[in-house]
Nanobody, 119 residues
Framework: QVQLVESGGGLVQVGGSLRLSCAAP????????MAWYRQAPGTQRDLVAT???????NYADSVKGRFTISRDNAKNTVYLQMNSLKPEDEAVYYC?????????????WGQGLRVTVSS
C-alpha cells in the first residue's frame, strides 16, 4: 500500500512557525487534489487546507491568513506553512492526496505528524 511520507512536525512556541512537507512516490502521476487534515485528541479529523492541480486553494476559517498550502507537482510534494501558531493548532497533521484518472480514483494518506504548540 502506497503511503505518503511526511516531515516537519515538532514542538513550537505560541506565535511560532512550522513548515510541513509531504511527498508521494514519483511513480504516482497526475495527482489532482492535495490537502492537509488535522486531528486533536478526542476530536474528528478536520480539513485544514486543500490545493488543486491548478493551485486553487481553500482553507478552514480557523487557519485563514496564518497557514499557506502549496505544491510542487514535479516533486509530487505538498507543503503547509504554518505561521502565528496557537495552542488550538496542536494536533496530528495528516496529508492527503487524490488521483483521479477516468473512472478510477485513488486516495493516499500520510502517517501523521504531531505538532505541539507550547505556551
Amino acid at each position: 500500500q502506497v503511503q505518503l511520507v511526511e516531515s516537519g512536525g515538532g514542538l513550537v512556541q505560541v506565535g511560532g512557525s512550522l513548515r510541513l512537507s509531504c511527498a508521494a512516490p514519483e511513480s504516482i502521476a497526475g495527482i489532482n487534489t492535495m490537502a492537509w487534515y488535522r486531528q486533536a485528541p478526542g476530536t474528528q479529523r478536520d480539513l485544514v487546507a486543500t490545493i488543486s492541480r491548478g493551485d486553487e486553494t481553500n482553507y478552514a476559517d480557523s487557519v485563514k491568513g496564518r497557514f499557506t498550502i502549496s505544491r510542487d507537482n514535479a516533486k509530487n510534494t505538498v507543503y503547509l506553512q504554518m505561521n502565528s501558531l496557537k495552542p488550538e493548532d496542536e494536533a496530528v497533521y495528516y496529508c492527503y492526496m487524490k488521483r483521479t484518472a477516468g473512472w478510477s480514483t485513488r486516495e493516499y494518506w500520510g502517517q501523521g505528524l504531531r505538532v505541539t504548540v507550547s505556551s
